[in-house]
Structures are given as C-alpha cells and as structure tokens.
C-alpha cells in the first residue's frame, strides 16, 4: 500500500516580523531584506529544492492596533508593518522555478472583483498555472477606517459578502470566454470569437459587474482556492469554495477534532471529505542532533519578544491582551476578529488544557498561533508522522523563527529523512498547481461550487 505523502508549504510575508516578533535582531536572520527580489528568488529555489508544495505569502492593509489601544507596539516591534505587497513578487519566483506553487492572500472586503480577476488570471498566465488565492475576508479594524469604513462588517457579514465576491470571480473566470473562444487564424485576421466571449451579467446586493472578463481564460481558470477560516461560518465557505486549507492549533487534539469538522463539512456541501488539503501551522527548529536543535532553539528564544507575540495575538484575537493580568486564562470572550483562536483555546481548556495570557506570549514568542517542535531530523520526522497519523492533516504550513535559515534547516534535516521513510516528495508531479494538489486536471472539479458557473451550465446562465 502507498504511503501518504506528507506536505509542506512555506509561511512568509512581505515584511520582517510575521509571525515571531524580535527575531529579525538575529545575526543570522535575512528578513530585513524583505525589499529586495533576491531574498525571494533565494527562497523559491530553496523550497522548490525542498519539493515544497507552494510558498504560502500573507498579507494585510492595516496596523495590529488593538494591543495598548494603538499601533505603537506592533511599529516598534515591525509586527506586520511595514509590510509590502505579496502579488508583486510572484513573477520574479516563478521565473526562477518550474514547480513551485503561489499562494496569494488578498482580501474580499476592500478591492472590487473585477480587477482583481484580470490580476489572478495574468499571474496563472505567466507562472504557467501555479497560482492559488488564499480568500480572506478581513479581520483588522484599522483596514476598515483605512478604506473609509467606520469599523469590519460583523464576522459572518463578512462571509455572507464574501459568497457574493466569489459568485462574481467564478462567473468571470468560468463563464465568460469559451474553451475555444481564442482562434488567432492570420488569415482571416480573427483573433477571438466575439460569440464566444460571453457578459457575466451580474447584479447583486453588493456588486454589478455586466461585461466580459478582460482576460483570456488562464491555465487553471480560477486559481487554486486557499482558506484559513476554522470559525462554524469559516468552515462552511471553506466547505463549498477551498482546495487547500490552513488551520492553526495549539495541541494535537484540538487539531484533530478541527481537521474532523472540516472533513465532515466537506462531504456535507457535497464534495470528497479529502477534496481539500488540509495544513496545519508550525514551526520546526532542527539540527544534526537534539541537543543542538536545543540549543539553537534558546539561542532564538533570547531575541524573541513576549510584548511583540501579545500584539500579534491580541490583532488575531481581537481583545487587547494588555488590560488581563498575566496569569489570567483567556476565557469565553467575545471577539469580532478570528474567532477559531479563541476556540481553539477554549477546546484545549475543554481538555484540562488551560493558557494564560503568559502562556499566550511565551508560546507565541516563536511560532506565532502554531506550536513549536524542537529535534533532530530523525525525532522531528517522528513526531510529523505521529500527528498526521493521529489528527488526519495533510501537511504543514511552517513558519519560521529566522529567514531563510530555519527552511534551511528543514530541508538539510527533515525532508531526507522523510524521504528516506518514504513518505515525502522526491520529485513533483506534473502540471498545473491544481493538479500537482489533487491529481484531477488542471481545471475545478465538477462538483466543486465554482464549476457550475462555467459557459453553458444553468447557473452561468441564470
């Protein structure tokens, strides 16, 4: 029988703290030169080297303000800011790789859907169908006041526009132009079919788009879908839209009755309980031997800043952690911002697993809302085998502590090790994105809720 495959995506961002405040003082660490397209051609051939899945490039538009009441933490500590735009560096990677695929996050709340079809549709053009959008709703007030809003919509408002901003992309990238809608005949001087090319149509609650999509149909159409919601109303758009899905959990239980809801929610809206994969975040510290993961381990932990980890959470959490006492326990709080981080804390309380506020920050100091496994190869291949046995997750999405070093580090130490079991990659697949994942063809799935928007079908046409 054949093993399963684990997998791997690499988690940065266009800035140098992303999910480990501090570390960016390392000697060895390279996030500084965020700014610089060498950093990111560097670390593209290093993951497709690796046979990493994608690199998975994060993103937001406004300030981690809710720690203190104001911004002035997370701009001392660079948390998050200043931070670039991730769909500009996509290019220069793919020009210096062959496989590795691009996962984009750009949110639903504050672009209109028309341009940011034409955007997705050239990146898959020019990466040769290696482009995934990871689907984000929003979660900072400050993007909100940036982009001329008082405040976020409520957390399910958010998702319930999100289904519509969705409808518009399937419609403009499934149902606009025919297969065979380019001709490009010299002689007759036709380049494309005009009875061919069809108007989407589409006026609803929060957009009207009537014309074409401006673009030619892509290699994948739509790109491959990215979702990183684990909230109820998360799970359930993840379940009619994602292809990959991101999950954060701070114990193995907790991750596997995550990873069991959202199976559960994927065969309830009609699809295979297998038709995403699904990865978890963490972050590996390895070396040669234990005792030297160890020490690289506290090395890191000196740089790393407590204040910076309790700003990243209190953004993610949407509660200002600075008002609780230290060894308060993080209870049953109301937040508007990513519900499944305080779910996820409640569920390990369930479990006689409690977290206080210090334990949030010394936790969060490295690795931000994943754990942190600290071994050789050989412990650290164990210890991935046991929790995809144990929790049924496909992969890992890994954080790092310092860049490019600890993705260095994993593919030096983990990744042999995991081949040598044979349950890693020695070479990609052929194909696009889509099918390097799934193995199913390049385009949506029939079943999937994208495809019945496609030329032809009752929905396009509705």
């Keep these: 029988m054949t093993q399963r495959q684990i997998r791997f995506n690499a988690f940065d961002m266009n800035c140098v703290a992303h999910q480990t405040s501090g570390l960016w003082r390392h000697p060895e660490d390279r996030s500084q030169t965020y700014t610089d397209i060498e950093y990111w051609t560097h670390l593209a051939k290093l993951l497709e080297r690796g046979r990493f899945d994608g690199i998975f490039i994060a993103d937001v538009l406004g300030t981690y303000d809710v720690y203190g009441g104001s911004n002035e933490a997370a701009i001392r500590h660079g948390a998050q800011v200043p931070v670039g735009d991730p769909v500009l560096l996509v290019s220069a990677m793919a020009a210096v790789t062959e496989h590795l695929g691009f996962g984009i996050t ?84 036709v380049f494309a079919d005009p009875s061919k090319v069809h108007e989407i149509g589409h006026r609803g609650k929060h957009f ?50 995550t990873v069991g809801r959202i199976r559960d929610a994927l065969e309830a809206a009609g699809r295979d309980r297998y038709a995403a994969k699904i990865y978890t975040l963490l972050t590996i510290i390895t070396d040669e031997t234990s005792e030297q ?3 690289k381990y506290e090395d890191y932990l000196s740089y790393a800043s407590e204040e910076g980890a309790l700003v990243f959470m209190s953004g993610w959490m949407g509660i200002d952690l600075s008002k609780f006492a230290l060894d308060e326990p993080v209870g049953n709080v109301p937040s508007n911002a990513i519900r499944s981080v305080i779910a996820n804390f409640e569920e390990a309380a369930a479990n006689g697993e409690q977290f206080t506020v210090a334990d949030i920050a010394r936790n969060g100091a490295i690795g931000g809302l994943g754990p942190t496994v600290v071994g050789s190869g050989v412990e650290i291949a164990d210890l991935l085998e046991e929790w995809v046995a144990e929790t049924d997750v496909d992969g890992f999405n890994l954080a790092y502590a310092i860049t490019p070093g600890t993705f260095e580090d994993v593919v030096e130490h983990v990744i042999p090790e995991l081949q040598r079991r044979g349950v890693y990659p020695t070479e990609y697949g052929s194909g696009t994105l889509r ?8 385009k949506l799935p029939e079943e999937h809720r994208g495809a019945g928007y496609r030329v032809g079908t009752r929905t396009a046409l509705a």
């Design 106 to 189: 750009a949110g639903t709340a504050y672009e209109h859907p028309y341009p940011f079809a034409r955007r997705m549709s050239t990146l898959d053009h020019l990466t040769k169908g290696r482009v995934g959008w990871n689907v984000v709703t929003g979660y900072l007030p400050s993007a909100a006041r940036n982009l001329g809003n008082d405040d976020q919509l409520e957390h399910d408002d958010r998702y319930d526009h999100a289904d519509e901003y969705l409808e518009v992309l399937y419609k403009l990238w499934e149902g606009s132009w025919e297969d065979d809608a380019i001709i490009r005949d010299a002689e007759t001087g």
């Design 208 to 257: 009207t788009v009537p014309g074409i999509h401006i673009s030619e149909p892509s290699p994948q159409r739509t790109p491959v879908i990215y979702q990183a919601g684990a909230s109820p109303r998360g799970v359930a758009f993840a379940a009619e839209n994602a292809e990959a899905i991101f999950v954060g959990a701070p114990t193995k239980a907790v991750l596997k009755s």
């Design 293 to 295: 993961a160890q020490a």
């Design 435 to 442: 099918e390097k994942l799934h193995g199913r063809g390049d």
